[in-house]
């Protein structure tokens, strides 16, 4: 079993930060990366930002420059650190981690950017 729980996520104004958090437990033995999705109102899920086990880090384009993704592998957390956040970033933020090719998500955090 693994379980991930969010935390962080809340109301912002336009250019404004949050720090998302996502601490892993449970069988987390071969992870192969961590990240965070968002799904905003009538859109699909989407990938913002994921770290593998390597290092390698993906962003998608709308967040470059403006997330920032990190990991703390003794405490088996990932953070999500968002500046200069716009409206279309609202959305509910899950937490990913790919383990043993399985996907498992967290509960979602609402981040809502007030303009």
């Known amino acids: 079993q693994v379980q991930l729980v969010e935390s962080g996520g809340g109301l912002v104004q336009t250019e404004g930060s949050l720090r998302l958090s996502c601490a892993a437990s449970g069988s987390i033995v071969g992870i192969m990366s961590m990240g965070w999705y968002r799904q905003g109102p009538g859109k699909q899920r989407e990938l913002v930002a994921r770290i593998s086990n390597t290092g390698k880090i993906d962003y998608a384009d709308s967040v470059k420059g403006r997330f920032t993704i990190s990991r703390d592998n003794a405490k088996n957390t990932v953070y999500l650190q968002m500046n200069s956040l716009k409206p279309e970033d609202t959305a509910v933020y899950y937490c990913?981690?790919?383990?043993?090719?399985?996907?498992?998500w967290g509960q979602g955090t609402q981040v809502t950017v007030s303009s």
């Open positions: 990913n981690m790919l383990r043993m090719w399985i996907n498992y």
